[in-house]
């Protein structure tokens, strides 16, 4: 069961700093099991709170807030779902769905086809539990790093 005191708002320019250790921790505690170490630090090695603000400035950032502490956040555009992160912490409380339908609703603004996320390994279970299919298993670039990644597609209802 959610706790009704999770609240959803957009992300403001002061949140960059929490979201990018937020990220960075999630990356690190929930990816371990799933990604090489070296890969991990690649994938977040040229990360900054800065590299937030442009999405926050478009409002396509939003974070989950508990008693005032971002617990989550997520990132969507048209057709897609660009980010789904959530505090290792607080896991298994249902941020995750609430944060994802907050996704949805921004990826199917102005779009009706299918909603697309490229997840990370650890992550496609979660999408599949919320009817997302494989669509193909491909890899990113990452400060030349490549990383596994599941191409995932939620076909519009």
């Known amino acids: 069961m959610v706790d009704a005191s999770i609240k959803i708002r957009t992300a403001r320019s002061e949140d960059a700093v929490r979201l990018h250790e937020l990220h960075t921790a999630s990356v690190r505690a929930l990816c371990a099991k799933y990604y090489a170490n070296e890969i991990i630090e690649g994938w977040l090695q040229s990360r900054t ?49 609430l944060i994802l339908d907050r996704a949805l609703e921004a990826a199917r603004c102005n779009h009706s086809g299918p909603v697309r996320v490229e997840s990370t390994l650890n992550a496609s279970s979660f999408y599949e539990h919320h009817g997302f299919v494989e669509v193909k298993r491909a890899t990113v670039s990452r400060n030349q790093v490549e990383v596994p990644i599941v191409v995932m597609e939620l076909v519009a209802r």
């Open 49 to 97: 709170p800065s590299g937030y603000l442009a999405p926050i400035e478009h409002a396509a950032i939003f974070v989950a807030e508990l008693n005032h502490k971002i617990i989550g956040f997520g990132e969507a555009t048209a057709g897609a779902i660009v980010a789904v992160y959530v505090d290792p912490s607080a896991t298994g409380q249902g941020v995750g769905r």
